[in-house]
């Protein structure tokens, strides 16, 4: 416990299969914060879930066309058997993805599957050892 302090690093618990988005910081018009990355935790176990609660959401940013149906809401369905990562995302939406590819960095001992946006993103691995 003493290294968290030294470190000035906050340790905090995740459930094993999440997606967590990491935003580029634009100080002026944060609303407009693309994403850069998604981290996607391990799990020990077999899971199956959809992440529901946190979808990503594209809109411009300014107006309100998401009222319109004229944003895209993508909803990642996650499955993990073994060391296969399985990633599928429920569309909804007219709207269009960001410009930017956005990173999605999993554990290196792991096999990611992208089943459907997979032209939205890069794939890239990270050391993680599970606890």
């Not at 300014?62 to 944003?71: A, L, Q, V």
């Not at 792991?110 to 990270?126: A, D, G, P, R, W």
Request: with cysteine; charged share 25%; aromatic share 10%.
């Amino acid at each position: 416990m003493g290294n968290y302090r030294s470190s000035n690093k906050i340790p905090i618990i995740i459930r094993g299969g999440t997606l967590i988005p990491k935003l580029k910081v634009v100080f002026n018009q944060p609303h407009l914060a693309s994403i850069a990355e998604i981290i996607l935790f391990p799990s020990k176990s077999n899971i199956s879930f959809s992440q529901k609660n946190l979808p990503l959401i594209f809109d411009d940013g300014e107006t309100k066309d998401y009222e319109k149906n004229k944003n895209l809401v993508l909803t990642p369905h996650i499955k993990i058997e073994k060391n296969n990562l399985l990633l599928l995302f429920n569309k909804i939406g007219k709207g269009k993805m960001q410009k930017e590819k956005i990173i999605i960095k999993y554990p290196k001992d792991k096999k990611l599957i992208i089943k459907n946006c997979s032209n939205y993103f890069i794939k890239e691995t990270y050391n993680y050892i599970l606890e």
